[in-house]
């Protein structure tokens, strides 16, 4: 295999990286936070599902960005992922909550302007149609699974002691789900733009199991993601565990719940199929926040218990980022795409 | 896996039965002293008095054994990390209503005190209510990590019996200053229906906290 390819492919999993380092948090960050689960549990469990929902459900959600824009060369993948992680790495400057799928849309628009291909505007409205229904879909669910637990511990008069045990292993199976739910929805913003230039082969393993040429793409990231969360997600978990959302391991359960399913809800295809077999209407296979998700998730219980003000200035902070993350990945993919084309003598694009 | 989920189940029921025999101290010691105070008003420092007084002993001793057992697991274990240092206060402070059955029962049996005849119903209807108290308080904290719904229900008797005991306190020791019995004889029982008294005021404080422990549980 070439080296070059692993040169190039060094932005996405550094973005895989850093996903993983931030986005672990939000599944098992109170758990490990409130030591409820230990961090190694957390993260063996959160790096074998992330990668089994990075390869075996990852496709959906990529295959929206492919639509969106479909950069077909290694450098214009290299420069869109780079400039996705010099954004988030600038939001988080600025204490914006930070959602990796929008960076990576900026950053595909940015290539699309720079190689003159359209954008499609329908999927654009969709995209952007779901980040903004994402959290309000997460704070909906919460508050449904929240009145339902809540209604199943009065009645089901739980020891305390019983309902700790339960809650731990709630805890486990929830990350466990969340960690495959993250893997199958946000694999796409790491490594969805490589796809189209993707030189990797399919491997086969024994006459039954193989992985084709994206989803051994798809491992390659599960891994970088992986790796994030074993080497830097402790700090940001006990941060999340003890100071910014300080959370009943219960109500932690409920939020890592509802962020799973809305990260699943847009990113299985399985799911869609049904659906649309049914004539049911069926939600696009987008990437979406887990932190928005979480966002969302908490201030829907909050309302639901009343007595709780909508933060509307941490509201007002993601509908800017909403608008400015994807403007600022775009000027800066554009930019770059101009040096590394104009300076590096690269081919961008086709 | 399943030999796992067995052992953390196990342990947890072990828990929960240790919890639980814990309250039925409270209610242990809360009757054995209602009787220990009957018996000592119709025969004073008697063997049955002694047998009684040993049983609260006994009582107070497995209590504290079993409140050791129950912190100890809570940290070894690191259950209910959230709710931890609530549950441990609850325990220690019921732990505190058993002892204090214990030491005025220990009390009576050191001091002997002379309670003239007309008192002794006062004195009886006073410890029915510390028991009544006292029992109150534990299904209120039993609630607590059962059925948090009937947590109120408990605490406001015990809110209840706590100003009926004050009233009756405050009657009794009025009626003793009263009297024409030695002055040294009326500060001994105004010490005695003091000391009672302050098992519904300590109940009172537990119910207190118990509250605010509620509203955090509750999620």
Redesign the interface.
Same mark, same amino acid.
């Given at each position: 295999m070439d080296l070059t390819f692993f040169l190039f492919l060094s932005s996405g999993l550094f973005l895989g990286w850093s996903l993983g380092a931030n986005d672990a948090s939000n599944i098992f960050g109170t758990a490990v936070g409130t030591k409820m689960v230990k961090f190694r549990t957390a993260t063996i469990i959160s790096s074998l599902f992330i990668i089994l929902g990075a390869v075996y459900a990852g496709s959906g959600a990529s295959q929206t960005l492919g639509h969106l824009g479909s950069i077909n060369t290694l450098p214009g993948a290299f420069m869109a992922a780079l400039a996705a992680a010099i954004t988030i790495f600038w939001m988080v400057e600025l204490s914006m909550p930070i959602s990796t799928s929008q960076a990576i849309v900026g950053a595909i628009i940015g290539w699309n302007l720079f190689s003159s291909k359209p954008t499609d505007i329908t999927i654009l409205s969709q995209i952007v149609g779901t980040w903004i229904f994402c959290p309000i879909l997460s704070g909906i669910i919460a508050v449904f699974i929240y009145w339902s637990i809540k209604s199943i511990i009065r009645k089901s008069h739980l020891h305390l002691i019983r309902q700790d045990c339960y809650t731990r292993i709630g805890l486990i199976i929830a990350g466990a789900f969340g960690a495959y739910a993250l893997g199958a929805n946000n694999i796409a913003n790491v490594m969805g733009v490589f796809v189209e230039a993707n030189p990797l082969k399919e491997i086969h393993f024994g006459s039954f199991f193989y992985l084709n040429s994206t989803q051994v793409l798809f491992f390659i990231g599960g891994v970088a993601i992986s790796i994030g969360v074993g080497t830097y997600s402790k700090k940001v978990m006990d941060t999340i565990g003890n100071g910014i959302m300080k959370m009943s391991p219960l109500m932690a359960w409920v939020v890592v719940v509802s962020q799973s399913i809305v990260l699943f809800l847009f990113a299985s295809q399985g799911l869609q199929h049904f659906l649309l077999s049914h004539d049911l209407p069926a939600l696009p296979l987008v990437p979406v926040s887990s932190s928005q998700a979480v966002i969302g998730a908490v201030m829907g219980i909050g309302i639901a218990k009343g007595g709780h003000d909508l933060n509307w200035g941490l509201i007002a902070k993601i509908a800017i980022g909403w608008i400015t993350t994807p403007i600022i990945a775009a000027l800066i993919c554009y930019v770059s795409l101009f040096f590394l084309q104009n300076v590096f003598g690269q081919v961008v694009y086709i | 896996m399943f030999h796992l $989920?067995i052992s &953390? =189940?196990s342990k947890?029921?072990s +828990?929960?039965n240790k &919890?639980d025999l814990f309250h039925d101290k409270l209610l242990d010691a809360a009757m054995s002293f209602k009787k220990a105070v009957k018996v000592f008003l119709n025969e004073g420092r008697s063997d049955d008095y002694r047998k009684i007084s040993k049983q609260i002993k006994q009582i107070e001793h497995d209590a504290d054994n079993l409140r050791r057992d129950i912190e100890n697991k809570l940290y070894s274990q $690191? +259950? &209910?990390? !959230? +709710?931890r240092a609530d549950?441990l206060q609850l325990v220690e402070n019921l732990d505190r209503v058993i002892n204090k059955f214990d030491e005025v029962a220990y009390m009576f049996f050191i001091e002997q005190p002379e309670i003239p005849q007309e008192y002794h119903n006062r004195i009886n209807e006073l410890c029915d209510q510390v028991a009544e108290c006292a029992e109150n308080m534990a299904k209120a904290s039993r609630a =607590? =990590?059962? !059925? +948090?719904?009937s947590v109120r229900d408990y605490s406001q008797k015990v809110y209840f019996i706590e100003h009926e005991t004050d009233l009756s306190s405050g009657n009794l020791r009025k009626s003793i200053f009263e009297s024409d019995i030695p002055l040294a004889n009326k500060m001994q029982l105004s010490s005695f229906i003091n000391q009672i008294a302050d098992i519904a005021d300590i109940a009172e404080d537990f119910i207190d906290e118990l509250l605010i422990f509620t509203i955090k549980?509750d &999620?």
């Open positions: - | $989920n &953390i =189940f947890t029921k +828990l929960e &919890i $690191n +259950l &209910i990390p !959230d +709710l549950v =607590f =990590f059962r !059925d +948090l719904s549980r &999620i």
